[in-house]
């Protein structure tokens, strides 16, 4: 885990200390204009589009590999608060049209696979789609933070007269990274525990057992393969 995702979590638990009542409407405001039922849809259109050009990559890549590659497909959009303490932090004026335009990760979407090289497959696959743009690609496998590859996507709504661009944060994870990172945010970031260094010590541990049996993983399967 590395120091810079430390300090964001410590900013963000001690913005959440700090809401006050104002806050308070302005997170009311942000919520119901998220659950806008014209925003919600293209939310939901951006989520299908990608989720449905992820199935077709799998089952290619399944037919190829005559194996199981993506074993989970999930989404979220992310809440008022989490939208509101962000913005926040980043210094950005509060409103939900700079949300839009400075946020990549309102709405997202999370594939876990079984091998580490099965990320960097999906990777290239997206690569060469061409109805999508990739806005960003962040390498997190190669770093303590041990949490997959980001991809900030731009994925198109088809709307009756129009289309229009939305922006998705892809997240691809190992099993083994995707347990870890339940389990980083629910003992360390949930319980305001961000200063406490033998902890985050701990988990860092962890999170290199967790990078070393990704690769012992991969080295197996390739053993069995070859027998």
Not at 54 to 62: D, F, K, S, V
Not at 63 to 76: A, C, G, I, S, Y
Not at 134 to 139: A, G, P, V
Request: proline share 1%; glycine share 2%.
């Amino acid at each position: 885990m590395n120091e810079a995702y430390i300090n964001i979590m410590e900013q963000e638990k001690q913005l959440q200390l700090h809401i006050t009542k104002n806050d308070r409407k302005i997170i009311t405001d942000f919520a119901n204009s998220l659950s806008d039922k014209e925003y919600q849809l293209r939310c939901m259109w951006a989520i299908q589009i990608l989720e449905s050009k992820l199935t077709m990559i799998n089952l290619e890549l399944q037919e190829n590999l005559q194996r199981e590659v993506v074993v989970r497909l999930t989404h979220r959009i992310k809440s008022a608060e989490s939208i509101f303490l962000k913005l926040r932090r980043k210094g950005y004026t509060i409103n939900l049209d700079n949300a839009k335009k400075k946020l990549n990760d309102i709405v997202g979407v999370r594939v876990t696979c079984i091998f580490r090289d099965d990320i960097y497959a999906l990777v290239d696959c997206l690569k060469i789609q061409h109805d999508i743009k990739i806005l960003k690609i962040k390498d997190y496998i190669k770093t303590p933070k041990s949490s997959g590859v980001h991809m900030i996507l731009s994925v198109p709504i088809y709307l009756s007269k129009k289309t229009e661009w939305m922006k998705v944060e892809l997240q691809l994870r190992t099993v083994a990274m995707d347990s870890w990172s339940v389990l980083d945010y629910q003992l360390l970031y949930k319980k305001d525990l961000v200063d406490t260094g033998e902890i985050v010590q701990e988990l860092k541990r962890y999170s290199d057992v967790i990078a070393d049996m990704d690769t012992n993983m991969m080295r197996l399967r390739d053993k069995i393969k070859e027998i």
